[in-house]
């Protein structure tokens, strides 16, 4: 962690990633307003987002030099993956039990 | 080999001494990456306690994974989860928005516990499919496929897990059923 005031070039790679994770937030927000049903719309909010995610915590790791920071980055990370899987699949059985079955096709036995 | 699904409601002490040790690792692990050496004996207490808690509280027979199976899994994990973001962000953005839901039922051949709650929750991560409910005591996974070729995730994820937890070879049956 040296704090010196130019960037250095692996500073760069940091901020790509940062970027990059930003435009697969950006996908996962067009895909919840574009996408059809209740369903695919956790489609796009728990994948895109996740690889957003795992971008972010990719960049910050690299800024920070630090393998602790890298550590707590990736604890994060499984936090946020573990949120957002379980909150995906507790939103997606509200759904169907509150009635709302529908999809754009129709379902399959 | 651990005998497949039945429920047990009684835990040896065995079993409860396995959940105590994947526990505690699990908390020790977390308790380095957040404070690292600091207040290290703090940390050693809390996740023994956490460990007797979670022993104590445990309802269903604890499943091992051999540690040496966990790297190639979690690299799967990785790669599958990152095409998942890439599938659903290509689809979101494309001005044709191409997708074509529907529900799939799919028949899981996963023993209760662990590898059954790895399944539900790493499906939603995987490309084009989310897990939507458990039907028949938990016996059927109701799948939201985004296109009707995401169910082939469905049946590699659950051969990656049964790899991971060292179960026997899927029966050929189960990998031709639910496709399509």
């Not at chain 1, 960049?59 to 602790?68: C, D, E």
């Not at chain 1, 009635?99 to 754009?104: K, M």
């Amino acid at each position: 962690m040296s704090p010196s005031a130019s960037t250095l070039p692996g500073d760069w790679i940091g901020i790509a990633l940062l970027l990059l994770g930003c435009a697969f937030y950006g996908a996962g927000t067009a895909g919840l307003l574009r996408f059809p049903d209740v369903y695919s719309r956790l489609h796009a909010l728990t994948k895109a987002d996740n690889q957003g995610l795992l971008l972010v915590c990719a960049g910050l790791a690299v800024l920070a030099r630090s393998w602790r920071v890298a550590a707590l980055l990736g604890v994060i990370w499984l936090l946020g993956l573990m949120a957002a899987a379980v909150s995906a699949h507790l939103i997606a059985r509200h759904a169907r039990h509150s009635g709302s079955r529908r999809t754009s096709s129709e379902e399959r036995p | 080999m651990p005998t497949e699904s039945e429920p047990t409601t009684t835990l040896g002490k065995r079993e409860r001494l396995v959940w105590a040790r994947q526990i505690f690792v699990v908390l020790v692990l977390m308790w380095l990456a957040l404070a690292g050496l600091e207040g290290w004996p703090v940390g050693l207490v809390t996740a023994l306690a956490g460990a007797a808690l979670s022993a104590w509280l445990a309802t269903v027979k604890p499943r091992p994974v051999p540690p040496l199976r966990v790297p190639s899994f979690a690299l799967f994990f990785v790669i599958e989860s990152m095409r998942g973001g890439l599938d659903v962000a290509w689809r979101a953005l494309h001005p044709a928005l191409p997708i074509e839901p529907q529900f799939h039922r799919f028949e899981l051949r996963l023993p209760e516990g662990q590898p059954r709650t790895l399944m539900v929750s790493v499906l939603s991560l995987m490309p084009g499919t989310l897990s939507a409910e458990l039907e028949g005591g938990g016996d059927v996974l109701v799948v939201h496929a985004l296109t009707p070729g995401a169910m082939a995730s469905v049946v590699l994820l659950q051969a990656r897990i049964r790899r991971l937890f060292a179960l026997p070879e899927d029966p050929p049956e189960a990998r031709a059923e639910p496709a399509r």
